[in-house]
Every structure is written in C-alpha cells, then in structure tokens.
Nanobody, 123 residues
C-alpha cells in the first residue's frame, strides 16, 4: 500500500485545514487508518484513527472536538478535517495504515506510512 498525504499549509490560529491521504495498491478496505504528527524536537504522536470499515473512530485528547477523521473506501481516501487550529497543532502530519480490525493508535504497529505534510499554525 502506498500512501500520499496532502492538504497541509500555513493557517492562522482558529482557522481550518483538511488533510487528505490517497492510497494505491493493496486492498484499502482491509486497513485501519491513522493520522499521526511530529513537531520539531518531539516524538511522533497519535492524532486520530478510524476502523477499516469507518465504523468507529478515536482521537487524541488534544484534538477531540476539533478534528474529524473520515474515510471513503470507494475512493481509497482518508481525510482529517482540522478546525479551530492552535499553534501547538503545528507539526508534520502523516497518514498510516495498519492491517487490523481495531482502530489503529500505535505508531510502531503501523504497516505503511505516507510522506508527511507540513501544517503550520500562526498565532
């Protein structure tokens, strides 16, 4: 499975961005999908995850109520809608896939990673 993330950019605090991740190869609908992020000098952290069938989602406490993950198995895409952005959301965002029946949350368990997309939130 190859993953390509897009949609990052520079936005003011309080603004919104929508990240997209397009998958090619493999059977996309068999994979739970996750978004992770890594800020300078920090470890990569879980942001949001969605089950293989889109039936359930999970979020890091820091983004609950502001971010929404969704997927379209027909289009082989997963999205991360980010609202009410804060400067602390600034990071490189990665999408990743795990062959699992549960919601993927652990970066070390992910099977495939896309290249990151930079999100910068100015104050």
């Amino acid at each position: 499975v190859q993953l390509q993330a897009s949609g990052g950019g520079l936005v003011q605090a309080g603004g919104s961005l929508r990240l997209s991740c397009a998958a090619s190869g493999g059977t996309f609908s068999l994979y739970g999908m996750g978004w992770f992020r890594q800020a300078p000098g920090k470890e990569r952290e879980f942001v949001a995850g969605i089950r293989y069938n889109g039936g359930s989602t999970d979020y890091a406490d820091s983004v609950k109520g502001r971010f929404t993950i969704s997927r379209d198995n027909t289009e082989r895409t997963v999205h991360l809608q980010m609202n009410s952005l804060k400067p602390e959301d600034t990071a490189v965002y990665y999408c990743a896939a795990e062959r699992t029946l549960t919601i993927p949350r652990m970066s070390h368990a992910m099977d495939y990673w896309g290249k990151g997309t930079q999100v910068t939130v100015s104050s």
